[in-house]
């Protein structure tokens, strides 16, 4: 049993099993309808029940689970909810997008340069997990530029769930160089200024995306 020896220890416990449940969920090893109790979590992962709580909420929050009369269930993910969440980003990004380009300075583009760079690091080695986070950082940075404090607070509620998805469409290529470059192509559009072609190569490459999740779904992978 790990030791809680203060609250931000437990928020870290809590933030982990959270991850470890969204893969599970998202991936469909916990199927739909999946009814998860507290205690069984509690002795399944070694760890007090608080830990477990806060997990179950945030997984609550983000729609993965449902609470019932009977406890929390797993919703999981079906064609509608995957058609809803990339819809969703490609609004969100949109947006960020066209505020970061009104207030983005040529250095502000420069800081794109390190995660573009260690997705292609991750695609040399392989390292499909090294590259969804190097991607998701990268996406991240248009929410940071674009100075709406409530748009990057919507992305930070989604940004785990687009985290475990990343992971999922990321193991469906066998090379990830393509994907590395298609960011790059993402960053020259933004750099040049034109508005329109950078968000019609942000378009495409999200619907890329949704796509290699769809694959993943009808492969029994995610």
């Known amino acids: 049993m790990y030791e809680i020896t203060s609250l931000r220890q437990s928020a870290t416990l809590g933030e982990e099993v959270a991850r470890r449940l969204r893969y599970m969920v998202i991936t469909g090893k916990l199927a739909p309808g999946t009814h998860l109790v507290e205690d069984k979590l509690a002795r399944d992962f070694d760890i007090s029940r608080g830990p477990i709580r806060d997990a179950l909420r945030r997984l609550e929050g983000e729609g993965l689970l449902e609470s019932r009369r009977r406890g929390l269930f797993v919703v999981g993910l079906d064609e509608s909810d995957v058609e809803e969440l990339y819809t969703l980003r490609e609004s969100l990004e949109s947006l960020a997008l066209r505020h970061s380009m009104q207030r983005a300075t040529p250095q502000d583009w420069e800081s794109l340069l390190r995660p573009l760079e260690a997705m292609r690091d991750a695609a040399d080695r392989g390292a499909a997990e090294d590259f969804a986070a190097a991607d998701l950082e990268f996406h991240s940075r248009f929410y940071e530029l674009s100075g709406h404090r409530r748009l990057v607070s919507v992305w930070e509620h989604y940004r785990p769930t687009f985290s475990v998805l ?57």
């Open 166 to 222: 990343l992971s999922v469409t990321n193991h469906q290529d066998s090379d990830l160089h393509p994907s590395a470059e298609a960011h790059l192509a993402l960053l020259d559009a933004v750099r040049s200024g034109d508005v329109e072609v950078s968000l019609q190569e942000l378009s495409q490459h999200l619907l890329g995306a949704k796509n290699r999740m769809r694959d993943a779904r009808s492969k029994g992978t995610g």
